[in-house]
């Protein structure tokens, strides 16, 4: 089991209603840990429509995760 820190944003922080936490998980990879989350949350986007930052760098979703890292689901931002 690792400790993770999550911060959300946009569209995932209204789903989570929360803008950060901290888990305990088994997941051993970002696209594991989202899996986890988004059943958890009921998140609707996929991983095809996020990218993943890992303690501040643009990661894969098949890295493996370390205890205490800080992982951040990045939602498609809308401008205008």
């Known amino acids: 089991m690792a400790r993770v820190h999550l911060r959300y944003y946009a569209l995932l922080r209204e789903q989570a209603g929360r803008q950060s936490e901290t888990v305990e998980t088994a ?3 970002p696209g594991d840990l989202y ?4 059943a958890r949350h009921g998140f609707r986007l996929s ?6 930052a890992v ?8 890295s493996p995760l370390s205890d205490g890292d800080e992982v951040v689901f990045i939602p498609p931002v809308a401008g205008g």
Not at 35 to 38: T, V, Y
Not at 47 to 52: C, D, G, N, P, S
Not at 55 to 62: E, H, K
């Open 35 to 38: 899996a986890e989350l988004a």
């Open 47 to 52: 991983q095809t429509q996020l990218m993943v």
């Open 27 to 29: 997941a051993g990879t």
């Open 55 to 62: 303690n501040a760098s643009f990661t894969d979703w098949s």
